[in-house]
């Protein structure tokens, strides 16, 4: 093992895996690394980023914010509250997370109303196709 590499004791997965595993590209996740979302937990001998299951859960975590409009503020805040209350803080970070969990719940209610609407908009396009399928095989007869 490189002195360049961390001793880890739990498995680690390549960058190039983790974008893959979580569907998002290698320059999101290098991002994140550099606004300090998400921080590799290691780095192998070539110096790839490696990352254990617990920075996929994390990962993931940020992943599920971003279709609610999180900024990344915001899931930094998240993600350093979820921290303290794993490592044993005081409850304070509770009452601001039920606030966050709050937000999304809304959040959430506000995407569900779009993707109603989309649906319907979906249904009428296809009404319309389907009219004009019909249509254009009277025509032909």
């Known amino acids: ?15 190039g895996e983790v974008a893959e595993i979580s569907g998002m590209s290698l320059r999101t996740l290098r991002h994140y690394d550099d606004v300090g979302l998400l921080t590799s937990s290691g780095r192998s001998a ?20 971003k279709p609610l409009g999180f900024s990344i503020e915001q899931m930094r805040e998240l993600l350093e509250l979820t921290d303290a209350l794993a490592e044993g803080a005081h409850p304070a970070p509770v009452e601001k997370i039920e ?22 908009f979906i249904e009428r396009l ?9 249509q254009a095989g009277q025509d032909r007869t």
Do not use: C, N, W
């Open 1 to 15: 093992m490189s002195s360049e590499q961390r001793d880890l004791e739990e498995p680690t997965r390549h960058i």
């Open 46 to 65: 070539g110096g790839f980023r490696l990352y254990t299951d617990e920075d996929v859960e994390r990962l993931m975590l940020i992943r599920r914010m």
């Open 99 to 120: 606030a966050m969990l709050a937000d999304a719940r809304e959040r959430r209610e506000k995407l569900a109303r779009k993707v109603e609407m989309a649906d319907e």
């Open 126 to 134: 296809e009404g319309q196709v389907d009219r004009g399928a019909r």
